[in-house]
């Protein structure tokens, strides 16, 4: 992500805005992927692990369990990006992993999600749909 998306994004942030950060750097390369690590630390003080590819691990198809803004199940699609915050911050869960945050940011509230959710979007997810939507009027 560039210095100027990053840059509106904390603007936004401050100015208390809802953000809602969906990443797809479990596909990146090994070297860009610590460039995004580093970026996530430093300017949203999110801490998060290397992708995991849970389709490789997966006896059946692997779902996101989502405590926030309420109980829902969303299909994953591809790999994950676990986060490592404190309990009372994490909103999503593959199995026992932790792949979604909900924290303050300035005034704002930055919803990062581990788990890409656009894949489940263009599948038509009605459970996919529905947790967007809940997020958006929380």
């Known amino acids: 992500m560039d210095r100027g998306t990053t840059s509106l994004l904390l603007d936004l942030l401050r100015a208390g805005w809802k953000v809602v950060f969906e ?3 479990g596909f990146l ?10 970026m996530l ?3 949203f003080g999110l801490i998060v692990d290397s992708p995991i ?14 405590s ?9 699609f591809s790999r994950v990006v676990p986060v490592l915050a404190p ?3 994490i909103i999503g869960r593959a199995g026992c992993l932790p792949v979604a945050s909900r924290r303050l940011v300035g005034r704002g ?3 990062f999600v581990g788990s890409p959710m656009g ?3 263009l599948a038509g997810d009605p459970q996919g749909r529905e947790w967007l939507r809940l997020v958006r009027s929380a």
Do not use: T
Request: proline share 6%.
């Open 53 to 66: 590819d849970l389709w490789s691990e997966a006896a059946s198809l692997p779902y996101v369990s989502y």
């Open 109 to 111: 509230v930055l919803v």
């Open 29 to 38: 390369s090994r070297e860009d992927f610590a460039l995004h690590q580093n």
């Open 41 to 43: 630390f430093d300017n």
């Open 87 to 89: 309990e009372g911050e």
């Open 68 to 76: 926030w803004p309420r109980d829902a199940m969303v299909r994953d």
């Open 119 to 121: 894949p489940a979007m």
């Open 23 to 25: 990443s797809g750097a």
